[in-house]
């Protein structure tokens, strides 16, 4: 049903944009996994019905993923992404990948995308959610 509905770009936080997809007028589903800590992917989220351009969200109305984990993977990076990707969506989660040997996994409460990965023979760990932040709010403000 989303692969129906309009995409529209959304401003999840000053300097981070992303994409959803318009549910009705007013109200957006989350596309991607936001650097923000008040937004994840597949939140159902309030913005302007009036707004044009980068549609800001007022507040959120349901939450699909409570949790959100940074995590560092190593090469061969497309291999193990793959593996990852697989092991998280085969357990229910999501996950983008910014950049190669980082990821960032939307997760149930008590889901432990760690253990995940480790079941699926995948050596990774966590991040430390600071430097990662501002590498990519760096490349956000390049872009």
Not at 21 to 49: K, Q
Request: aromatic fraction near 6%.
């Amino acid at each position: 049903m989303t692969d129906e509905l309009k995409q529209v770009r959304v401003r999840f936080d000053e300097g981070e944009t992303g994409w959803g997809r318009e549910v009705e007028p007013g109200r957006v589903l989350i596309d991607n996994i936001p650097i923000s800590d008040r937004l994840n992917i597949d939140d159902l989220v309030e913005v302007d019905p009036k707004e044009t351009g980068f549609l800001n969200i007022i507040r959120v109305l349901e939450r699909a993923f409570p949790g959100k984990t940074a995590i560092r993977y190593s090469e061969p990076y497309k291999e193990t992404y793959g593996k990852l990707y697989k092991a998280w969506h085969d357990a229910g989660m999501k996950c983008e990948g910014p950049f190669e040997g980082l990821v960032i996994v939307a997760h149930q409460a008590g889901q432990d995308p760690v253990k995940v990965a480790l079941d699926a023979g995948v050596t990774v760990t966590l991040n430390d959610p600071q430097p990662a932040l501002e590498a990519i709010q760096a490349d956000l403000v390049r872009s």
